[in-house]
């Protein structure tokens, strides 16, 4: 089990919270931190008509993005990203498994906190359900 997550929660997730996008380390306290963008990984599939599996998202996005942090050369740009991006990634949101209703009210939550603190958030789902609580406190 996993003591060190976003809110403190205990996560028993085999698929959350291993490294961070373009390999930021896991910034658990985003609120407080100097980051204008916080990205937010959202493990969830409970909504996917037919076959599930996009839980695994926001890990599959984040070990891309790996790919990103070495290969600057070969991009139009002249400089690297982490370091002129003010960026945290915050893990995934630990939910009840299974309770979509416990997953809505987190995210919503979390994401209210993020924009009272004057951040931007960037969401990995996870399924298209995992937009409706992050666009509902967004108004």
Same mark, same amino acid.
């Given at each position: 089990?996993?003591?060190?997550? !976003? *809110?403190?929660? @205990?996560?028993?997730? !085999? ?19 100097? =980051?204008?963008?916080?990205? %937010? ?6 909504? %996917?008509?037919?076959? =599930?599996? %996009?839980?695994?998202?926001?890990? =599959?996005? +984040?070990?891309?993005?790996?790919? !990103? =942090?070495? /290969? ?11 370091? +002129? !991006? ?17 997953? #809505? ?5 979390? %994401? /209210?906190?993020?924009?009272?603190? *004057? ?5 990995? *789902? *996870? ?8 666009? @509902?406190? #967004?108004?």
């Amino acid at each position: 089990m996993k003591n060190c997550t !976003l *809110g403190n929660e @205990t996560d028993n997730s !085999l698929i959350s919270n291993a490294f961070g996008f373009l390999r930021f380390p896991l910034n658990f306290q985003p609120y407080s931190s100097d =980051a204008d963008w916080v990205i %937010t990984g959202v493990p969830f599939d409970m909504a %996917t008509s037919g076959r =599930a599996g %996009t839980r695994h998202g926001p890990g =599959a996005i +984040r070990q891309i993005s790996t790919n !990103l =942090a070495w /290969e600057g050369h070969r991009w139009p740009w002249h400089f690297d990203m982490r370091e +002129r !991006l003010k960026v945290v990634d915050c893990g995934d949101l630990v939910f009840n498994f299974g309770d979509a209703q416990d997953m #809505s009210d987190k995210l919503q939550a979390h %994401t /209210e906190k993020l924009l009272a603190a *004057g951040k931007r958030c960037l969401t990995f *789902g *996870g399924d298209h359900f995992v937009t409706l609580p992050s666009i @509902t406190c #967004s108004r």
